[in-house]
């Protein structure tokens, strides 16, 4: 779409062509002429592209530690999913205490905001008990892949903030309150994240000012924890907040239903299909993360995810099941809800403006596709046989850019060759026995 902010960027001098990437959920990108493209339209910047990539040719666009240094009084929110990066050892507040040292003015948890959620999730599902099952919407992917590939489940989604969104809230609207130039940083697992904040889903403009990947701030707060030797107490999140780093970490504190936990982008789109055909039963809560294992598994995290997991859990178990500070206060003073609450289908790209002409390139698309093999090798440079079938009526491919149907053509050429080589002309028989 026009004007849409995407944080996932294709480097085309990295690209090899490869078409490692053409297994996207959404069937975003193309290899054409040996290159990769990425159909704007169709991307939900889930990232799962930058993490299949062997030649890192896929990246997220964001900001950088330098961007933070045109605000007067800076702010950190760190995701849950960075306190598995580091070494057991080192806690929580040092981790909080070493993004002060890299210039941050104060520091904000999301994982006590993810409380918060939890607390809303919780009354939201007490309201509608006739219409489970509820999807989170704290994955801006997840909400995305259903607008654009499953939007009949849309009226489904959970209209709470995420919360790295309420974390923001409650830091600009409660705890600096008036502050002249406050500038409101989450670092971020995700590409996705990144995009929310750029192009939110449900109003004009997000509470947060930029975003910094885990993987970019990693080794300056690395270094920086050097330097901070018995940190200030300032961590108030319980184990509830910071579990939510991991699958079935959010379904665990909204508790006292039925939770079905999936993730990964695929096995998230595999759900949402058994939910369209009713096939999910005696379930009120999807808790569906995009990146596998959860948060921890994001792209633009550094720790193998698994590792990352492990020290989570480890973490979460070590703290108490109750918030210890500012949290608390917050709960009632704070809208946790979305501002908006109209959520839109995503319409994949129009065939063409004209219906009547729409129509006619479905059914030749149709066509098309019955003679293509079925086999989705992605050979041609599509993810699959029928999304080759779009693209020739789009006229960006052709039909023999199916290496099937190129190897039938070049075996009818060379028979007909054959055919031509055997036959000789009289005029040219009757010279020859003369």
């Not at 959920?25 to 592209?49: F, H, M, Q, S, W």
């Not at 996705?192 to 993987?215: C, H, M, Q, Y």
């Not at 046989?385 to 779009?390: F, G, K, S, V, Y």
């Amino acid at each position: 779409m026009a004007g849409i902010f995407h944080s996932v960027k294709l480097n085309r001098e990295k690209c090899k062509g490869c078409t490692t990437c053409l297994g996207c959920p959404t069937e975003a990108i193309r290899v054409r002429n040996g290159k990769a493209a990425i159909v704007p339209e169709r991307c939900i910047d889930c990232g799962l592209c930058i993490r299949v990539c062997p030649y890192h040719a896929k990246e997220a666009q964001s900001d950088s530690l330098d961007d933070f240094k045109r605000f007067d009084f800076r702010v950190a929110l760190p995701a849950p999913a960075l306190y598995g990066q580091f070494n057991p050892k080192i806690t929580v507040d040092k981790i909080l205490a070493g993004l002060i040292k890299l210039g941050f003015d104060d520091v904000f948890e999301v994982a006590s905001a993810a409380e918060i959620a939890a607390v809303e999730t919780r009354r939201v599902m007490a309201e509608k008990k006739d219409s489970f099952p509820l999807i989170s919407s704290s994955c801006p992917a997840i909400v995305r892949l259903i607008q654009l590939r499953f939007p009949g489940l849309l009226d489904q989604v959970l209209r709470v903030e995420s919360p790295m969104e309420i974390a923001a809230r409650i830091v600009r609207q409660e705890i600096y309150p008036g502050k002249k130039n406050l500038g409101i940083f989450f670092i971020s697992p995700c590409p996705a994240k990144i995009t929310a904040v750029k192009n939110p889903l449900n109003k004009p403009r997000s509470e947060v000012d930029g975003i910094i990947p885990i993987k970019d701030i990693y080794l300056p707060l690395l270094a920086s924890l050097s330097e901070v030797d018995v940190p200030e107490k300032k961590q108030a999140s319980s184990f509830l907040g910071i579990s939510w780093a991991v699958s079935q970490g959010e379904g665990d504190n909204v508790g006292g239903f039925n939770i079905a936990a999936v993730d990964g982008i695929l096995n998230a789109a595999k759900m949402f299909e058994e939910m369209e055909n009713r096939r999910l039963r005696n379930v009120d809560f999807i808790e569906a993360m995009a990146c596998p294992g959860g948060c921890v598994g994001g792209p633009l995290t550094v720790e193998n995810p698994y590792i990352a997991k492990a020290r989570i859990r480890n973490k979460a178990l070590e703290l108490s099941s109750v918030m210890e500070g500012a949290p608390q206060p917050f709960l009632t003073k704070v809208n946790t809800r979305w501002l908006n609450e109209d959520l839109k289908p995503r319409p994949i790209q129009k065939l063409d403006d004209n219906f009547q002409r729409a129509i006619e390139m479905m059914d030749q698309m149709e066509k098309l596709a019955t003679g293509l093999p079925g086999l989705d090798c992605g050979a041609c440079g599509a993810p699959s046989c029928r999304a080759l079938a779009e693209d020739i009526v789009r006229g960006t491919a052709r039909k023999n850019d199916c290496i099937f149907v190129l190897r039938e053509e070049i075996r009818s050429l060379s028979i007909n060759l054959a055919e031509l080589g055997a036959w000789v002309p009289q005029s040219m028989k009757r010279d020859n026995e003369e």
